[in-house]
C-alpha cells in the first residue's frame, strides 16, 4: 500500500488560506486584508507563513495565527511556523479592493484614501455605506475597535463605522 502524500501547490495554501477571517471584521480574509507576506513549503508536512500584522497589539493578530495553524493543519501540515514580518508595517493601502467592496456591503466604510496622500483623514469626507450620503460627522475616533471610527449619518441618522486609514 502506497501512503500517497498529496503535495500541496502554493496556489492551494492560498486558497486554504482563504478561509481565514479578521476576527473583528468577519467578512474579510487575510488575503482581502494582505497580510500574507510568503509562503514557504519545505515537503507536505512542513511549511512556513509570514504574515505582517495589522495594528500592532492588535489581540486579533493571536486569533489569526491561531486559525491558520489549524487550517493548515486539517490540510496534513504538521510543522507550522508563522512569522511575523514587522517592516515594512502594514498599512489599509494594503487591502484588496475585493476586501474593500466586502466592508461597504457590510456597513462598514473602508477606508477612503492612502496613507501617503491623506494625513488629515479628520477633515475628509466619509460617505455612509448604507445611503451613500456624504452628509456624516464623526462621533468618535474609535469605533467598536481601535482600527475603527464611529461616525453617524445625517441624512439616514445611522451611525456607522469607519475602518481608518492607517
Ligand atoms: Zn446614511
Known amino acids: ?6 503535495m500541496h501547490t502554493e496556489e492551494d495554501i ?3 488560506l482563504e478561509n481565514v477571517c479578521d476576527p473583528e471584521v468577519p467578512v474579510l480574509t487575510i488575503q482581502d486584508l ?6 514557504k513549503m519545505q515537503d507536505s508536512h512542513s511549511i512556513e507563513i509570514t504574515i505582517t500584522p495589522t495594528y500592532s497589539g492588535c489581540p486579533a493578530m493571536n486569533t489569526i495565527s491561531t486559525q491558520i495553524r489549524m ?3 486539517a ?3 504538521t510543522h507550522i511556523t508563522i512569522l511575523e514580518e514587522l517592516s515594512p508595517a502594514w498599512t489599509t493601502d494594503w487591502m484588496t479592493e ?3 467592496e466586502k466592508l461597504s456591503a457590510f456597513g462598514i466604510t473602508p477606508p ?7 494625513p488629515r483623514e479628520w477633515d475628509a469626507i466619509i460617505p ?7 452628509k456624516t460627522e464623526l462621533i468618535s475616533q474609535f469605533g467598536s475597535t481601535a482600527c475603527k471610527a464611529l461616525y453617524k449619518c445625517l441624512d439616514c441618522l445611522e451611525p456607522f463605522d469607519y475602518f481608518k486609514c492607517h
Open 98 to 100: 475585493k476586501g474593500k
Open 128 to 134: 455612509c455605506p448604507r445611503c451613500y450620503s456624504t
Open 112 to 118: 477612503q484614501y492612502t496613507t501617503k496622500n491623506n
Open 71 to 73: 487550517e493548515l493543519a
Open 34 to 39: 494582505g497580510i500574507i507576506r510568503k509562503i
Open 75 to 77: 490540510h496534513g501540515f
Open 14 to 16: 492560498w486558497r486554504i
Open 1 to 6: 500500500m502506497v501512503n500517497k502524500q498529496t
